[in-house]
């Protein structure tokens, strides 16, 4: 007996959230690993130490959601989320720095990322920001918002 309609639904909503995360900080990137782990409804794709070949990984990976580190060696993580996006246009970008600075949040958004998030927030912050972002929600963390308000 095969799946209904709504069976099916449900079941696509019940899929776990892919995640590739993009860190050159190995503690931050197993953290992040592990909380996800925990926190469960999410498959680890795996990490990169930078984004130079973020949209090659991306497209044999396919993640649902990116986590991008802002201030890595290397590739504009700004350029990395454009290329990203010419090759997989349905993955989410949340980029997540301990730098709030409002240019980079505007560059974030032209880029075409849908969350900023402090990483000083900690990990619950970006559990739920991922879940969030998955959803199709454009996401700002509470530092970061507050941040952006004052400029």
């Known amino acids: 007996m095969g799946l209904g309609q709504g069976e099916q ?19 931050v990137a197993d953290a992040l690993e592990v909380r996800l782990r925990l926190a469960g409804g999410f498959r680890w794709l795996g990490r990169l130490p930078d984004a130079e070949r973020l949209a090659a990984v ?7 959601v990116v ?20 090759v997989r246009p ?3 970008v949340v980029m997540v720095s301990g730098h709030i600075r409002t240019d980079f949040i505007d560059r974030a958004v032209e880029a075409g990322a849908w969350g900023y998030v402090s990483k000083n927030e900690g990990a619950d912050v970006i559990v ?5 972002v ?14 952006y308000g004052r400029a």
Not at 128 to 132: D, F, M, P
């Open 9 to 27: 639904d449900g079941a696509a909503a019940q899929a776990p959230i892919g995640v590739l995360c993009v860190d050159d900080n190995d503690l």
């Open 67 to 86: 986590l991008l580190d802002i201030d890595m060696p290397g590739k504009s993580p700004f350029v990395a989320v454009a290329e990203l996006l010419a």
């Open 58 to 64: 991306a497209q044999e990976l396919a993640p649902d």
């Open 128 to 132: 739920a920001a991922i879940r969030r």
């Open 134 to 147: 998955a959803a199709g929600e454009f996401v700002m963390g509470d530092d970061v918002a507050a941040q």
């Open 90 to 92: 349905g993955v989410r």
